[in-house]
């Protein structure tokens, strides 16, 4: 477990300092959860091999939080976008970069991709640091899990969440948030193609901050090339998944 750049740090044992991927962190300020995020947020980060460019790629992570079992894919045509419910978005808009969590409402076709419905969020309930480990490689996001809650109906998520999420990290040509949806990578093997990610479970109810690397190495172009996604929580209330 690394530190977070929203300036919060996780680390195990007594050390008041300690180096970690080349750089010096500290521990957590007292009250904070995993990660360093404030009781009932989730805090995100993603790696990709070179500097991100948010004017040709948007980056995303999407959770299935309805407990169908379903890993979000990029076999769309043959899912059926089975396991998009929500996503925590990064892209870029006349040269700024910026981000936001919104909600997957499926199409009456259900080949068609899903409605992309942005959630409405106060400043302190989500924060996007762009450029996270100062070398352009890394994002990060923070959010309240309670925007989660939906804004529209019908929703492939379930109300009211379920306790285990799984999830996948993409990246994707411009146009993902307008219905027209090309993948440059995911963390399964194939990439955008097969074989597809397995997410392990996420169980939200609990505390944690686990790092995930992409099976696959992409080198064609290193601002699409995931290379790792760093997930951390801390519920209000902790209690244990069935």
Known sequence: MRRLSLGFILLSGGALSAAACGR???PNPPGLGPGGAPPGYMVVYFDTAGAMNFSNFEYMFVFNTSGSGKT?????QQTNWAGY???MVALGRNGIAYAE???FVASRNPKAPPGWSPLGSAPNQFYFNANSNGSGSEFSIRFQQAILQGITSPSPSASPLAQSWLFNAFVTQPGASGGQWQFADSMGAGGPFDPQYV???LCSTEPFDTTFYSQNNLTTNPSADIVSVEIANNPVSP???P
């Open 101 to 103: 969590p919104v909600q």
């Open 85 to 87: 419910s929500y996503a």
């Open 199 to 201: 997410s392990p479970a």
């Open 239 to 241: 209690k244990p998944c």
């Open 24 to 26: 010096q962190v500290t």
């Open 72 to 76: 979000p894919s990029t076999d769309t």
